[in-house]
């Protein structure tokens, strides 16, 4: 159980010994989120961020069926890695009381700070947005101040079947990645030629986005609220690091694309939407970080942010059920003019 975490062999002497390090496993996972990402803006010009496109649904825009298809996709995903690579799905054990501030509170913060560990974390930080920066940097010093001082590493706990080996890893994204780039490509081959209206081409891609995004969630680790947990708790005096090598996978392929490609506009349009829609907004304010506060300490609550949790709603004795209703109550919270005054002087 992740509840149980290993220390590495000869990491006990160490001043803060490394537990359950899978460094390789979250590397070969981002990758396949930074690949999810580069192709939703690729093809359809938009910044790939699951609160953002998802929350967008809790927050009025229901016609936009991409949306929808996105979020089916990531639903579909946690089904796929259900059959095929079950170790991202086990049953995770939270308190509820954890469950409900935790979702409140990363709906609420992700909807005050216009986005997540996807639409800032990997999408804003691979341009360099100072607001995505400064975003980042405080959801995670929220969250690691909240788990570590609520000892959520020992609260959490998430039954799994053993981690396979990285060969093996490589081996099942090679094959998601393959069969999501042919997809792509018959897609977009159908859309440029008009034999596939452009609108359901969107709808189409949509769905792989969300295929693809859940695929890396569940390879990379993020969809075990133990692992984050392991990850932003320190008050035991061990550490497991391995989540960062999913940003790093992510941004990794993200990054050279948005800064050598789409930033200085050698990519003259997408290949199906209309125009590549790059957030411009610099302003760092409170409601930014108001938002990243309360971001960061849901996630160091209940271990898990958007994406992962949507994934997981394939696993119905998994956790992200209550999780999920409160962070759409907290997304739908946001939206209340004076709850938004209040908590950032907006």
Known sequence: ADGSPKPLH???ASAMPIVDFAPWHAAVGGALLGTATVMRMWLHGQVLGVSGVCGGIVRGKLAEL???AFTAGLVTAGFGLK?????????ATIAPWREVLGGL?????????NGCTSGHGISGNARLSPRS???TITFMAAGFATASALHSAAAISVTRVSEPAIELVVQLAAQVLIAHLCAYTSIVALARTAVLPAQLAMVATSFLDGTLFGA???LSGMTSPARVAQFLDVSAGSWNPTLMFVMAGGL?????????????QRLSRPLIGAKFEVPTNKTIDRKLIAGGLLFGAGWGIGGMCPGPAIVSLANPTSAPLVWCAAMVAGMRLADVKAVSKAIAGA
């Open 252 to 264: 990794g392929l993200v990054a050279p694309f948005m800064l050598a490609l789409v930033l200085p």
């Open 133 to 135: 920066m400064a975003y």
């Open 10 to 12: 000869g990491s006990t």
């Open 66 to 68: 991409p949306r929808w």
């Open 83 to 91: 059959a095929v690579y079950p170790t991202a799905m086990g049953d």
């Open 216 to 218: 890396g969630l569940g």
């Open 105 to 113: 509170a990363v709906g609420l913060g992700a909807s005050l700070g």
